[in-house]
């Protein structure tokens, strides 16, 4: 059985940081890539960033380049997603996500909340 759980999120002021944790069981977490998603009061969910089964491979929404970054630690599970130079724009429950044999998993989701 696939699980997701994330954690990390919680209330930050602008600019500040915050690392998203996800830990995966129910699947060989070495052969599948993952990737984190929001969703805002309103509006549709997004991709926010990706990442292969090979690591060196991400893909990153233009919005969060160059402040966020997905890694795998194959050993723990777990993907994480290490948020810099928060905005208020980033406010928004956070997902993981893994496709396991072509059929999407999601975790509960995490709250971040940009605000000062």
């Known amino acids: 059985q696939v699980q997701l759980v994330e954690s990390g999120g919680g209330l930050v002021q602008p600019g500040g940081s915050l690392r998203l944790s996800c830990a995966a069981s129910?699947?060989?977490?070495?052969?599948?890539?993952m990737s984190w998603h929001r969703q805002a009061p309103g509006k549709e969910r997004e991709l926010v960033a990706a990442i292969a089964h090979v690591d060196i491979i991400t893909n990153y929404a233009d919005s969060v380049k160059g402040r966020f970054t997905i890694s795998k630690d194959n050993a723990k599970n777990t993907v994480y997603l290490q948020m810099n130079s928060l905005k208020p724009e980033d406010t928004a429950v956070y997902y993981c996500?893994?496709?396991?044999?072509?059929?999407?998993?999601w975790g509960q989701g995490t709250q971040v909340t940009v605000s000062s």
């Open positions: 996500n893994a496709k396991v044999y072509t059929v999407p998993y």
């Open positions: 129910g699947f060989t977490f070495s052969n599948y890539g």
